[in-house]
């Protein structure tokens, strides 16, 4: 609704999607008007506006767009977009070089004129001369350095314009903007649910069960903060002045407030879900805005359906990997190179490996992609059969508890060889036993699986301070391990040392050391 005090005819209001912008033609306002434009994050650009007027911009928001209806009473397209502005500021910055040139030349010149030698019959007045003649050299210098300022704005605007208008940048947009609609989107239906919950809660005709409920929902963490006690003569003075959040008025012990009163707080001012919003009107918007532009653009690789097979450039597609939230290909895995030390050598030596290297799809140029020909994409399945067969063949063994307990053991006696003589040396692992669930469960970065001497293992690995122990699932079925692998590290053989000579006595005769010695 406009605000009669600000609406003018006069007033214009628009928007330019290609910078996600509002811009107000409102003239000259009052200082008030002009600073609560600037709190509200409002810029003044007076040299971009039109016809004079005065200008501010500022980025979409809700709340700007209300104060932009309240000036204007509408929101109207904007005609002259970011490169036509670019333009007209290069053209403005280059007007600014060219009179820092002009006057640099002229003061140049008129130290150029100038005697070297000033000669007057009154010193100070030889001084004074000499200075201003100085002077001018100063000032020559500081408009050539200001016109190479300008110089190097000019090639910033005009190579800016440039930089957000290319495709790949605008791919990265179109990203950001998916993130946020799914935020919001997200966002949306969590109130949903919360709103239908304090609903059913406000409804209970039980006491205690509304008191229940609400007290879950508080202690979830989506009720939020700044409620106020609905009796405020027993809240303490922090509460009145600054409010709390439910879960502390649920649980104030000298007047704790009841499940219904804890959902009218929430329920207060709260509107019925929708499924949209304003905020996320506006980025579908965008999206199809930007999606469009792009199209215009000639597209980008994400939208191309890649297959193993295919290439990017000279390398050949191992792997396609696309993102779960927008069905898009993210990048591909090709067979690359790496030169890393091994460990074979203790890692002194550098070794050429084949690895699978990743390259990022997203912003590539459609035609980055190339798809097989029936010939390759035949010998490209024939490699990856080979590759299978040349492997050797692992058996993925959920252990019984006794086979595991004596493999833990042998890796503990193992850590503990290799720990000798170390400051921190590793904690002995141990064996788990838990279910799939459980285990499927646990963060990622602390399970893991082992292979040896092909048979692969799943073990927990809580930190590089202990061993990592083998898990034993307990609903699945359960296998005994080789007994080559669970053979003990044989104890280390002492050599047997040779008995140390008996001392000779200081007062032996030669005889008896004859017979030591012998």
């Known amino acids: 609704m406009k605000d009669q005090d600000l609406f003018s005819e006069d007033h ?22 002009y ?78 004129e100038g005697p070297s030698v000033h000669g007057y019959q009154n010193k100070a007045k030889a001084v004074r001369a000499a200075d201003r003649h100085d002077r001018h050299a100063d000032r020559a210098l500081d408009n050539w350095s200001k016109a190479e300022y300008w110089q190097t704005r000019t090639a910033g605007v005009i190579s800016h314009a440039l930089y957000v208008s290319e495709p790949g940048v605008r791919m990265g947009r179109i990203k950001k903007l998916e993130k946020e609609e799914r935020s ?16 059913k809660v406000q409804a209970m005709t039980d006491p205690e069960k ?41 649980t104030y012990e000298p007047d704790p407030i009841t499940g219904h009163e804890a959902a009218a707080l929430w329920l207060d001012g709260c509107q019925k879900p929708t499924g949209t919003s304003r905020y996320l009107r506006h980025v579908e918007l965008r999206l199809a805005y930007e999606n469009q532009m792009l199209e215009a653009q000639g597209g980008r690789a994400a939208a191309v359906d890649m297959i193993p097979g295919g290439w990017i450039g000279n390398k050949q597609i191992q792997k396609v990997n696309k993102s779960n939230a927008t069905g898009r290909v993210v990048s591909v895995d090709v067979w690359g190179e790496s030169n890393l030390y091994t460990a074979e050598s203790g890692y002194k030596e550098r070794e050429k490996r084949p690895v699978l290297v990743k390259i990022e799809t997203e912003r590539l140029a459609p035609d980055a992609y190339r798809a097989p020909t029936e010939e390759e994409q035949t010998g490209f399945e024939a490699a990856k059969k080979a590759r299978k067969a040349s492997k050797p063949k692992v058996s993925f063994i959920n252990p019984t508890l006794e086979a595991a307990q004596k493999l833990q053991e042998k890796w503990n006696t193992e850590a503990a060889e290799t720990d000798k003589g170390n400051n921190y040396p590793r904690k002995p692992g141990e064996v788990y036993e838990c279910t799939q669930a459980r285990y499927s469960g646990i963060y990622k970065d602390s399970k893991t699986t082992i292979t040896q001497d092909g048979i692969k293992l799943r073990v927990y690995a809580p930190g590089w301070s202990r061993i990592a122990g083998i898990v034993v699932l307990t609903d699945k079925k359960q296998k005994p391990l080789p007994a080559e692998l669970l053979t003990p590290i044989p104890a280390p053989v002492e050599e047997e040392q040779a008995p140390e000579p008996e001392a000779i006595p200081e007062t032996a005769t030669v005889k008896q050391a004859e017979m030591v010695l012998s």
Not at 74 to 88: K, N, S
Request: proline share 4%; hydrophobic share 25%; glycine share 10%.
């Open 210 to 250: 509304a008191f229940k409920h609400a007290y879950y929902l508080a202690n979830t963490g989506g009720s939020g903060y700044g409620y106020h006690h609905p009796r405020p003569e027993t809240a303490t003075e922090y509460m009145k002045e600054h409010g709390t959040s439910l879960y502390s008025l649920l």
């Open 184 to 199: 919001e989107k997200k966002g949306l239906e969590t109130y949903r649910i919360n709103f239908g919950l304090w609903k």
């Open 12 to 33: 214009e209001a628009t928007y330019c999607p290609e910078d996600n912008k509002i811009r107000l033609y409102v003239g000259h306002l009052p200082r008030p008007e």
């Open 35 to 112: 600073d609560a434009l600037r709190a509200e994050g409002w810029t003044s650009t007076p040299k971009q506006s039109k016809a004079g007027q005065g200008e501010f911009a500022a980025v979409w928001s809700t709340r700007r767009e209300d104060t932009a209806q309240s000036y204007a009473g509408f929101i109207g397209d904007e005609d002259t977009g970011p490169t036509d502005r670019a333009a007209d500021r290069a053209e403005r910055f280059g007007g600014y070089r060219d009179n820092r040139r002009a006057d640099a030349n002229e003061r140049a010149d008129k130290y150029d």
